[in-house]
């Protein structure tokens, strides 16, 4: 049974930077897509971005294209998103994410605990 641990977060001025760590165990790592999504207060569960088994393709919501990076370090069964140029409208909680199907992106069903990232003004 795959289990998933987030890390990072916190508190941050806007234009700062943070990073969200996610380890995975209980299965082949590398075998799986992994996603970020996030939930702002009061609103709906969104996409944040994903990224491939093998980590050579991702994907990103057009509100964080050019400011986070999604990437994994299969070696350490550990997904990362990389979060610069932050802004207010980035506070939410961050989950990690993973299928469980191998080597498709996308049906993400299986969830970390989240983490709480908040942007001050």
């Known amino acids: 049974q795959v289990h998933l641990v987030q890390s990072g977060g916190g508190l941050v001025q806007a234009g700062g930077s943070l990073r969200l760590s996610c380890a995975a165990s209980?299965?082949?790592?590398?075998?799986?897509?992994m996603g970020w999504f996030r939930q702002p207060p009061g609103k709906e569960r969104e996409f944040v971005a994903d990224?491939?088994?093998?980590?050579?393709?991702?994907n990103y919501a057009d509100s964080v294209k050019g400011r986070f990076t999604i990437s994994r370090d299969n070696a350490k069964n550990t997904l990362y998103l990389q979060m610069n140029s932050l802004k207010p409208d980035d506070t939410a909680v961050y989950y990690c994410?993973?299928?469980?199907?191998?080597?498709?992106?996308?049906?993400?069903?299986?969830w970390g605990q989240g983490t709480q990232v908040t942007v001050s003004s």
């Open positions: 994410a993973t299928t469980g199907v191998t080597y498709q992106l996308g049906g993400y069903d299986i």
């Open positions: 990224i491939t088994w093998t980590g050579v393709s991702n």
């Open positions: 209980g299965r082949t790592f590398s075998s799986y897509a």
